[in-house]
């Protein structure tokens, strides 16, 4: 165009040449500062790895202690004394997972929100409520001093292996505060936080039961709130017979007027804190030794909740193996040469709610010796970012203040949680047992959550109890609320060691438990009910136990890793049904293809059992929607899944006999409920096509990450384990959910360790840089044995006392 100057040829290219030299050299440069940042994180990060060679002086430890770790981080620690070997613990444990350690402690505190600010606030005041600093504190000074040195010992390990580190651990440089000093009631927290994820720290099922007893007709409230049936599997005992069907219908509910059900999606009843755990006598292995098999089912992060450990014990001058907890100086579960020991929740009754009837002003509650002002106590909670919250806690001589029931009455909660009994050091005694009966003796002392103590030793002996305190009732079953403040209603402490649940060498040579009911009759009023399981993952591992005759370890990892869907086969039968074997609709007829095809079993490749376990909760959701549209409108807090975990017995008694006076007023007939479940089931996975993609494995995938890694995506896969599918599920023994699982597996005959296995989620190391920090998390997958015992030395710490000559660490 005339008026514009043109470019030449040569000055276009000469442009071109000047554009791609810039070009080149700042990617050169970005790629030069990229690589001096990760060389600078990495050196960073480098700084929070623990020490595994070399030599460090400890103060107050006696006699060196060496540490050696093998190829996987597994750890073996030989000391003179105790005491030395939990201070070297609590220096291992501190190196490895301080973070961890920190988060149990605080969540059982409630200071949670000093690290991670409002957004734990609400966590935090529920802690508090229970005040268990300061009750830890006051246990702490009342423990025998041989006890409570140990835990000052195991303090000063931990501050001092926090203390050799470079640098603090990474987790407080992204959270920008530093890590505070550990104390010897922080390890009592530490067991305070395993009351808080085994345990119902707010009564939520007897709140529950209560609530639906008192606005619910009777025949109702007994139809729907029973407490087991023909899935149990109990040691002692029969199952629960079945319960009549209700003459109260859903119209006694809904007077009047034709009401409108809310939907609440229904979760899967048996994801709960738990586990199995199992024992063969002598009488059924080849060794003529006991074998225990335990898998304890717990939320599983990055890292695992356990920590490998193992040690010789000074007084008896056996091995000690198995699993600890960070935070505390004592082995959780294991084996001890001559005895081995593993645990499940027992979901019993432990604690209480009573009902408070306050005078008029509210300022006392009455006793049975008159009225009583309330305890106020004045909890700081200390806020990141934000001003400190203020929480007022009202005590009782029973126990706190949790709130308010559907009438507006205060409620006061006891439990065993709240009691000196509560937490101790007394698990100590199982490092050194002899037999099965000497163990056993301990159990009602063992300060932890209550549970099923199972053990079997190197003479061919098993045995079951309930470890920790049982509550001696008086005047009340505790299955609901009720009043305290009448003479004779109460409890009167705690059963003493003759009355003491327990089953030594049972005729079958077998003992089983898995969060559902052991016991029946006056036994099971003993221990009670608190959200047992339903008892199908029980029942499972009975009957496999039962069909054997003879056992070793590989016969009990086989039982852990079964994924047969059992407890679903008659859905999937009754799914099969209500579609037919040739529905007109396309999406229908595939989803019977796959029915009529599926493994029966919980196989992360099978198509038919995803829909059969949706259309379970599908149904149950149609099923109690009225129940729980009216429990909501009496206390908008219900929720159907606290009433309790044996919800299966009403739905399918419904199902088999299909009153009308309890279908659903949105549906015309039961065949209509059931129709309108499996539409919704299939329907929506049926959205591009097919149904050939919607296994199970694609739902049941791990999600294993840092408790950090959300906040951080971009650092996600570098925080967490792989995102593998997975098979098993809720009721058989393979547990596994993408966030809930066997946290460890293990089998051992004590005294035989060299055929033990033992393998956990995730590996031994908290830190992203350390060979352990994913070591053994592929056997636990794939379901491998690992060995039970450490192998050969591949690094070793001397800690020697303060007083010696100090030499030179390697990092």
Request: no cysteine; glycine share 8%.
């Amino acid at each position: 165009m005339p008026g514009i100057a043109r470019a030449s040829p040569s000055f276009r290219t000469f442009s071109l040449h000047k554009l791609l030299r810039w070009i080149r050299r700042t990617l050169l440069a970005l790629l030069v500062l990229m690589t001096v940042a990760a060389a600078g994180g990495w050196w960073w990060l480098r700084g929070s790895m623990p020490l595994l060679d070399g030599s460090l002086a400890l103060s107050g430890l006696e006699q060196p202690v060496s540490v050696e770790r093998d190829a996987r981080g597994l750890v073996f620690l030989a000391g003179a004394t105790r005491a030395d070997i939990a201070q070297a613990l609590g220096f291992v444990h501190a190196q490895e997972r301080f973070f961890q350690m920190d988060l149990q402690r605080r969540a059982a505190a409630g200071e949670l929100a000093e690290l991670f600010g409002p957004a734990a606030l609400e966590a935090d005041r529920g802690a508090r409520l229970h005040r268990f600093r300061a009750r830890g504190l006051a246990i702490l000074q009342a423990l025998p001093p041989a006890h409570r040195r140990l835990l000052e010992r195991y303090r000063d390990g931990v501050n001092a292996g926090l203390d050799a580190l470079a640098r603090p651990p990474f987790e407080y440089a992204l959270l920008g505060r530093a890590p505070r000093a550990w104390t010897a009631e922080d390890s009592l927290l530490t067991i305070f936080s395993m009351y808080l994820v085994l345990q119902d720290r707010e009564a939520r099922f007897e709140r529950a039961l209560g609530l639906m007893a008192d606005t619910l007709p009777a025949d109702l409230f007994r139809f729907f709130a029973r407490q087991g049936g023909d899935w149990d599997a109990p040691l002692l005992g029969d199952p629960l017979p079945p319960a009549p069907l209700p003459r109260s219908g859903l119209a006694q509910l809904f007077p009047g007027s034709a009401p409108r059900i809310a939907y609440t999606p229904h979760h899967a009843d048996d994801a709960l804190p738990g586990s199995n755990n199992w024992a063969v006598s002598g009488r059924l292995t080849a060794h003529g030794g006991a074998i225990v098999a335990n898998d304890m089912h717990l939320p599983i992060r990055v890292p695992n909740i356990w920590f490998r450990a193992g040690w010789t014990h000074p007084q008896t001058g056996r091995p000690v193996g198995g699993v600890t907890l960070p935070g505390a100086p004592v082995m959780v579960a294991g084996s001890n040469g001559k005895v081995a020991w593993g645990f499940t929740n027992t979901q019993g009754d432990w604690s209480d709610v009573v009902l408070l009837e306050t005078e008029r002003s509210g300022a006392r509650y009455a006793t049975a010796e008159g009225f009583e002002p309330f305890t106020e106590l004045e909890e700081i909670i200390l806020v990141k970012g934000a001003e400190p919250d203020r929480l007022l806690v009202r005590e009782t001589r029973w126990g706190p203040v949790i709130g308010k029931d559907h009438r507006g009455r205060l409620l006061a909660l006891r439990w065993t949680a709240h009691d000196p009994q509560a937490v101790n050091a007394e698990l100590l005694y199982l490092e050194q047992a002899d037999t099965v009966e000497a163990a056993i003796t301990r159990a009602p002392r063992l300060g932890i959550p209550h549970q099923n103590l199972v053990l079997g030793d190197d003479r061919g002996v098993i045995g079951w109890t309930i470890a920790g305190p049982v509550p001696d009732r008086q005047g009340l079953d505790g299955v609901l609320p009720g009043r305290w403040d009448r003479p004779g209603v109460g409890w009167r402490g705690y059963l003493g060691e003759a009355s003491h649940p327990r089953l030594v060498d049972p005729e079958s040579g077998r003992l089983w438990s898995a969060n559902a009911r052991v016991l029946s009759g006056d036994a099971y009023r003993v221990m009670g009910s608190q959200g047992a399981a339903l008892g199908a993952r029980q029942q499972q591992i009975r009957d496999r136990l039962l069909a054997g005759e003879q056992f070793d370890e590989a016969a009990m990892l086989a039982i852990q890793l079964d994924d047969e869907a059992r407890f679903l086969a008659r859905w999937r039968d009754r799914m099969l049904a209500v579609i037919g074997r040739q529905p007109a609709d396309e999406a229908l007829r595939e989803a019977a293809e796959h029915l009529l095809g599926w493994s029966g079993a919980a196989d992360r490749e099978d198509v038919g059992y995803r829909l059969t376990r949706a259309f379970r909760l599908k149904v149950i959701e149609l099923v109690t929607a009225p129940l729980e549209t009216y429990l909501k409108s009496m206390d908008p807090r219900f929720e159907l899944r606290h009433m309790s975990r044996q919800i299966e017995y009403p739905v399918w008694d419904l199902l088999e006999q299909r009153p009308a006076h309890l279908l659903n007023p949105d549906f015309a007939s039961w065949p209509a409920l059931e129709q309108a479940a499996a539409s919704a089931v299939v329907e929506p996975l049926y959205a591009d096509g097919s149904l050939a993609d919607d296994t199970w494995g694609a739902i049941n995938r791990l999600r294993v990450r840092h408790p950090l890694a959300g906040a951080l995506p971009p650092l996600d896969w570098w925080l967490s384990m792989p995102a593998e599918p997975m098979s098993g599920d809720s009721y058989m023994p393979r547990v596994q959910r993408p966030t809930f699982a066997a946290s460890e597996r293990f089998a051992v005959s004590p005294g035989r360790e060299d055929r033990a296995y033992l393998h956990m989620a995730t590996g031994q190391s908290a830190h992203p840089l350390s060979p352990f920090f994913a070591a053994g998390h592929e056997d636990w997958v794939q379901g491998r044995m690992s060995s039970w015992s450490p192998g050969p030395a591949r690094y070793r710490l001397h800690l020697v006392p303060a007083s010696s000559d100090r030499i030179d660490h390697d990092r």
